[in-house]
């Protein structure tokens, strides 16, 4: 299933994406009240030719090999499904306008690690600030990136063809950051609504308002989702929000049974202080404290 409009779902039949025919479906009443989201794979019975005004029906959804989920805030264990069966996760950051928001990075990443989707770093708008920062910050933890700009380099479009050659990639990230825009340098036939950002407030309007699945012509699949202001993490547990920083694992060995990293026992400051240098540790473990605390309700980020 590709698209969702006022339950009219999208879907593109197996075996037959490259002729790009869609079919258009409503749910069928056996589904109850299961969701059907971006990326499911579902069965379809009545008319599925496709034809201009038939309408078939989605009877079932298969089991789904990953979720991307949200709560609408930290202290909120509903959760949302926002796409089922993706691999990677493309966290699209502007490196200006809007400025990089790297808590909000820090939330992807937990919500990547998590769902089990390989975390991919896609740096946007370097014609107008450094990377430097950002990259210094994140290369401590693995994650692959990218870094784009305008005009988009043949080698940087290169390098995200194949990033994304043959998988399910989702792109999220804060409204204006340009993910419509790499979807459109990808396909230029998608014809996604790219938006313009205020000057005043640096904030993007929501252009793009729902999830869309488009397949890239070497094969795969890439998501577009709206901008997002928020990302909650209340559905995950604080074990698995801790996991999420692997580049502070070692100093989370060195807490005492039960840590809440959150008090005054806690070792990471003392393990942080020994092995940070320029103070990207620090930014981790004062990201990892915010959202621990934003999770039991004491705080906002
Ligand atoms: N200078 C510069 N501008 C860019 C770049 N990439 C995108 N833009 C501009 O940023 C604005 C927002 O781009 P979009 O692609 O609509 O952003 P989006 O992330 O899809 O936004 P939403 O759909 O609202 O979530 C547009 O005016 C783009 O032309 C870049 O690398 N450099
Ligand atoms: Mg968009
Ligand atoms: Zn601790």
């Known amino acids: 299933?590709?698209?969702?409009?006022?339950?009219?779902?999208?879907?593109?039949?197996?075996?037959?994406?490259?002729?790009?025919?869609?079919?258009t479906a409503m749910r069928a009443r056996e589904l109850g009240r299961k969701s059907v989201v971006v990326g499911d794979m579902v069965s379809l019975v009545g008319d599925a030719s496709g034809d201009q005004g038939t309408l078939a029906r989605i009877v079932r959804v298969a089991p789904r090999r990953s979720v991307l989920r949200r709560s609408a805030d930290d202290t909120d264990?509903?959760?949302r499904v926002i796409v089922a069966n993706a691999e990677q996760l493309g966290i699209v950051t502007a490196l200006a306008d809007p400025p990089p928001r790297p808590r909000l990075i820090d939330r992807f990443l937990v919500a990547a690690y998590d769902a089990g989707l390989a975390p991919l770093l896609l740096?946007?708008?370097?014609?107008?600030?450094?990377?430097?920062?950002i990259l210094a910050a994140y290369n401590p933890l693995g994650v692959r990136y990218l870094v784009t700009g305008r005009p988009l380099a043949e080698a940087s479009l290169d390098e995200l063809r194949a990033l994304l050659a043959g998988r399910i990639s989702v792109l999220v990230g804060h409204s204006g950051v340009g993910k419509s825009t790499l979807v459109n340098a990808l396909i230029p036939e998608a014809g996604r609504a790219v938006?313009?950002?205020?000057?005043?407030?640096?904030?993007?309007?929501?252009?793009?308002?729902?999830?869309?699945?488009?397949?890239?012509?070497?094969?795969?699949?890439?998501?577009?989702?709206?901008?997002?202001?928020?990302?909650?993490?209340?559905?995950?547990?604080?074990?698995r929000v801790v996991q999420a920083f692997p580049d502070l694992a070692e100093g989370v060995a060195a807490c005492p049974p039960g840590c809440t990293h959150l008090e005054a026992d806690c070792a990471l400051d003392a393990w942080v202080g020994e092995h940070d240098q320029g103070g990207a540790l620090a930014a981790r473990l004062d990201s990892l404290r915010r959202l621990l605390r934003s999770r039991e309700g004491r705080d906002d980020t």
């Open 77 to 79: 264990p509903v959760e």
């Open 123 to 133: 740096l946007t708008k370097a014609d107008l600030a450094s990377p430097d920062d």
């Open 195 to 239: 938006g313009t950002v205020s000057a005043v407030t640096g904030r993007g309007r929501h252009t793009s308002s729902s999830v869309v699945a488009l397949r890239l012509p070497g094969g795969g699949w890439i998501i577009d989702t709206p901008g997002l202001r928020s990302f909650g993490l209340g559905h995950i547990s604080a074990d």
């Open 1 to 23: 299933m590709s698209a969702v409009d006022r339950g009219r779902y999208t879907c593109v039949v197996q075996g037959r994406e490259a002729a790009g025919q869609e079919i």
